[in-house]
């Protein structure tokens, strides 16, 4: 398992979107974060950091996952069921997938219903709400500077 791998999953899901951020995460979105979207899981592209890949997985998996050794509370994200997973071999490709979609899934659940809206529209509609609303928040944001 590797970057390219996990990437290939998470974007094989429906309607998820994915963006840089904070300078070396690649972060994983259902829905786009213009929209409403929220993060589901996060790879860190320079091998730095803490572990190699963080996922939501729930209350109710959460300490499950957590008598894994190699698998850690997420830093700053714990308290939301957030787990880091330290290096590639602590899950089988298998297990992997099978947490991600399910981070995917418990995300999705939590979308506001506007969101979800948004999301079943046809793709060419959607893709035009979310540069409108990308260029609205780009304007809100130099109007701060």
């Known amino acids: 398992m590797d970057n390219e791998k996990v990437r290939e999953i998470c974007l094989g899901l429906p309607n ?3 963006s840089v951020n904070w300078g070396h995460h690649l ?3 259902v ?7 929220k993060m589901f899981a996060l790879i860190h592209l320079d091998g730095e950091g803490t572990g190699v890949l963080w996922f939501h997985c729930g209350a109710e998996r959460y300490a499950e996952l957590l008598e894994i050794d ?3 509370p997420a830093p700053y994200m714990a308290k ?7 290096r590639w071999d602590v899950l089988r490709q298998r297990e992997l997938e099978d947490e ?4 995917y899934e418990l995300i999705y659940a939590k979308l506001p219903k506007r969101t979800k809206t948004l999301l079943d529209m046809p793709e060419k509609e959607r893709g035009k709400i979310i540069r409108e609303r990308r260029k609205a928040l780009a304007a809100k944001e130099k109007k701060k500077q």
């Open 16 to 18: 998820v979107t994915e």
């Open 100 to 103: 991600l979609r399910r981070a």
């Open 80 to 86: 939301a069921y957030w787990v880091t997973v330290e």
């Open 70 to 72: 190699g698998i850690i």
């Open 27 to 29: 972060v994983f979105w």
């Open 31 to 37: 829905g786009d974060k213009a929209i409403g979207g």
